[in-house]
């Protein structure tokens, strides 16, 4: 490994003079600084990250744990995260729960002993709460982003599921639909309470009355299972009068779970039933749109989420809790039709 006492004796200056430059401290000639930089691209030297951090008391590293990375919600928040990152000059170590409280756990173990500056955190639920509190004992910032926890006191940056939701029933409902079905997610989870108030509050507006058996809830491990299927099923088989003209979704995920059990049961969408969910589904989006979707601006809010988290690691006169909460787009796709 390359030491500054290799760039020192190689630029023919004390291994102060190299910390200097590293370090970007004190007064150094511009001459002696592009001939210890320049040995410095010779060598291939990297700097000690650890040897820094004990110095300076940070790592410039920042922690990332989400939900999912394998939906492309979240997927386009770590870009646009990491990217917000590398230009304020910190990196990123970022970890996928899986919707699990258990990994969220060993998740946030790996922070501490990884000494990160701040964490950008979804909460798999609200019980998440009690990892924050472990996080901010040993002083480290905690921002949360797409979801909030009941008794949160601190920053977080959502996209606007209720109003999203809002959307998209009076979407179906401008479309003739009055029997409007919702798949939700746990209810442990911000986002599927917003979007089931949201859901609620619009039939009401509407003086359309609210079926209990309209309404259900799947966690997400389930989703990712298929096990939405027994779910369509049930609605199907109400009376025909009473059954479901329209699903709506609370993910993308939801949605293509949806779609496959409709399909196994012979219906088509939208020519049988129709269907909008939260957030694009890809990379089919691309090339042919289909579901009518609340689209969310994933990667607007992991870039806010850590300039956010960054202010906070550094203390930049922040004394308040911040709160942005972004609208959604709401794309009319294929995926709904009008009815009589």
């Known amino acids: 490994m390359v030491t500054i006492y290799d760039i020192a004796k190689k630029a023919n200056v004390s291994p102060m003079t190299v910390s200097r430059v590293i370090n970007n401290s004190g007064n150094i000639r511009m001459a002696t600084r592009e001939k210890v930089e320049k040995a410095i691209k010779e060598l291939g030297y990297v700097p000690n990250s650890a040897a820094r951090s004990l110095t300076s008391n940070q790592t410039k590293t920042l922690g990332l744990i989400l939900t999912d990375i394998s939906n492309p919600f979240f997927s386009k928040i770590a870009r646009g995260a990491e990217d917000a990152a590398v230009e304020m000059d910190y990196r990123v170590l970022m970890s996928n729960t899986d919707e699990d409280s258990d990994k969220e756990i060993n998740y946030i173990d790996m922070m501490l002993s990884a000494r990160v500056d701040g964490v950008l955190i979804a909460p798999t639920s609200d019980k998440t709460l009690d990892q924050i509190k472990r996080l901010r004992d040993h002083n480290i910032p905690v921002v949360l982003i797409d979801r909030t926890i009941e008794g949160f006191v601190g920053d977080y940056v959502l996209g606007d599921s209720y ?178």
């Open 163 to 340: 109003e999203g939701s809002r959307k998209l029933v009076e979407h179906l409902i401008g479309y003739g639909h009055r029997n409007i079905a919702l798949i939700n997610g746990p209810s442990n989870v911000s986002t599927a309470r917003e979007r089931q108030r949201g859901y609620l509050e619009t039939l009401k507006l509407n003086d359309l009355p609210v079926h209990e058996k309209y309404i259900s809830e799947i966690d997400f491990k389930s989703v990712q299972a298929g096990n939405t299927k027994s779910i369509v099923e049930q609605l199907m088989q109400l009376p025909e009068e009473k059954r479901p003209t329209a699903i709506f979704a609370a993910n993308n995920f939801i949605a293509i779970s949806v779609m496959k059990a409709l399909k196994e049961l012979g219906l088509h969408v939208p020519k049988d039933i129709s269907v909008v969910c939260f957030d694009e589904v890809e990379p089919v989006v691309y090339f042919d749109p289909f579901f009518t979707v609340a689209a969310q601006p994933a990667a607007e809010l992991g870039k806010i989420g850590i300039q956010f988290l960054i202010e906070r690691v550094e203390q930049k006169n922040v004394e308040q809790e911040r709160k942005i909460i972004l609208p959604p787009d709401i794309h009319i796709r294929k995926s709904t039709r009008r009815i009589k």
